[in-house]
């Protein structure tokens, strides 16, 4: 089956920096990748995702590349606050429609300091 | 408009107990899926429950089982509870045959804590 690996684990940043949090899936047929963000305590909310048909997606701040060659997608965020202070799951998914698992990275805790 | 609901929030069970934990689906979603977040973990597909049937499942033993109802809302079961399901159960919906976008996207409820002593 489908493998996310999602690096690193933990990312500690100045505010007004930027960070960058790498997965890598195993399954070529994999077509969608979101990301969610978890603040301690909560629900992960979608933040971001990209279809397999696109190489880059912005959102403000927030910003999703995808390389299917190489078999691996990044989240940038750029001009980090304190409040992108979370984990940050990565994970893949195949198939046509919203009838589809996601299988899901190990999450990065991002510390955005002051 | 509500979201994806979860009961109970908490709940403390002993080894070899039972536990059921409860979803209501976002409005307008049909398909409800579960899934196990242990403690620094990212979540793990349980099963997927569409048209009151699994339709996939995951690497989970027996023990785990679940329903939908006509109302599409959901049940997770778990029977002879062991010390390692003590994990956050999420409930997720989303809208089967479209694709993940805009409007649907897979939506989490808050989740059910579950502490197995």
């Known amino acids: 089956g489908e493998n996310v690996e999602q690096h690193p684990s933990t990312l500690s940043v100045q505010e007004g920096d930027s960070a960058v949090i790498k997965c890598t899936y195993s399954d070529s047929a994999s077509n969608y990748f979101p990301w969610y963000k978890q603040e301690l305590g909560k629900r992960p909310q979608l933040i971001i995702d990209i279809r397999s048909n696109v190489g880059e997606k912005k959102d403000q701040r927030i910003a999703v590349t995808l390389n299917k060659t190489a078999k691996h997608f990044s989240l940038h965020i750029t001009e980090t606050q304190p409040e992108d202070s979370a984990v940050y799951f990565c994970a893949a998914s195949k198939g046509r429609g919203g009838g589809n698992k996601l299988t899901f990275g190990t999450g990065t805790q991002l510390k955005v300091e002051l | ?117």
Request: charged share 15%.
């Open chain 2, 1 to 117: 408009d509500a979201g994806v609901t979860q009961s109970p929030t908490h709940l403390i069970k002993t080894r070899g107990q039972q536990v059921t934990l409860r979803c209501s689906p976002k409005s307008g979603h049909d398909t409800v899926s579960w899934y196990q977040q242990a403690l620094g973990q990212g979540p793990q597909f349980i099963f997927q429950y569409y048209e009151e049937e699994e339709r996939q499942r995951g690497n989970f033993p027996d023990r785990f089982s679940g329903h939908q109802f006509p109302n599409y809302s959901s049940e997770l079961n778990v029977n002879a509870l062991l010390l390692g399901d003590s994990a956050l159960y999420l409930c997720a919906s989303s809208l089967n045959g479209q694709p993940y976008s805009g409007a649907n996207v897979l939506t989490f409820g808050a989740g059910s804590r579950l502490t197995v002593l």
